[in-house]
């Protein structure tokens, strides 16, 4: 039976513990790389892994049990600060994407496809913005990637949702643009059959009043606007 020595329990320990760490760090690369796929994995994050991994190779040299956890709590001060730096990445990333979308379609359309967006989700992002700089503040590496990890769940979810949501907004502000241009439309056709009834009647009655032409020009209009909005149902409906 191979004996193990108390060193080695040692090793086999703090490898285990930063085992789970990585385990942990992993799990939000992999989100980077999702999200973030055309910006790549965050340098520095590589940078902090290969710094890990540097102080754990080190670690193996070390005959004395101080030694060898000094080495091995480096390393685990540089998981943390790769996971903390590729959290960011994703809070920021899924942030901007949210924000963006007040770009891409108005207020009315986001709140009649998703109305959670404008109740809910842009006041939670503004105060992640602010969240965002307080964690920054916080010394402890662990506290920050832990309080991190929360938010992304949330904002991750968030962005999810939104995305499901995309062809329906794109569809309402079709509607909504076509219906911009039936009104801009409308308008110029009553202006036009007004002014035209005007011209018709000063050229057929030229001793009828101005106020009489208007009058004519405005019901003319009006029958029109009627006939117009009953066409536009019919076609609708067809």
Same mark, same amino acid.
């Given at each position: 039976?191979?004996?193990? !020595?108390?060193?080695? /329990?040692?090793i ?6 930063? =085992? ?11 989100l ?6 055309? *910006? ?6 590589i940078?902090?892994? #290969? ?6 190779? #080190?670690?193996? !040299?070390?005959?004395? =049990? ?9 390393a *685990?001060k ?12 994703i ?15 108005s ?10 967006y404008? !109740? ?14 307080e964690? #920054? /503040? ?5 506290? #920050? ?7 992304? !769940? ?9 995305? /499901? /949501? ?8 079709y ?12 308008? =110029? ?21 101005i ?19 009953y ?8």
């Open positions: 039976m191979v004996e193990i !020595t108390e060193r080695e /329990q040692l086999c320990k703090k490898l285990t513990e930063l =085992s789970e760490i990585y385990k942990s760090v992993k799990h939000i690369f992999l980077v790389e999702y999200y973030n796929g055309k *910006k790549g994995i965050v340098v520095s994050s940078n902090e892994l #290969r710094s890990a991994f540097d102080h754990i190779m #080190r670690a193996m !040299t070390k005959d004395d =049990s101080s030694g060898l956890e000094d080495e091995i709590d480096s *685990k540089h998981l943390f600060r790769a996971a903390y730096d590729a959290c960011e990445v809070i920021l990333d899924r942030l901007d994407y949210i924000e963006s979308l007040k770009n891409k379609a207020y009315r359309v986001l709140s009649k496809v998703y109305p959670d404008v !109740t809910e989700i842009l006041p939670f992002a503004a105060k992640l913005k602010k969240e965002v700089v964690v #920054r /503040q916080i010394d402890n590496l662990e506290e #920050r990637v832990k309080q991190y990890e929360e938010k992304i !769940t949330q904002i991750i979810d968030y962005s999810e949702r939104l995305e /499901q /949501q995309i062809p329906e907004a794109e569809k309402v502000k509607v909504e643009q076509l219906d911009s241009y039936f009104s801009t439309a409308f308008i =110029s056709l009553i202006i036009g059959s007004v002014l035209l009834v005007v011209s018709f009647l000063t050229v057929i009655v030229p001793d009828s009043s106020i009489t032409k208007a009058i004519v020009g405005v019901c003319v209009a009006i029958g029109v606007g009627v006939f117009y909005n066409s536009r149902k019919r076609g609708g409906n067809g």
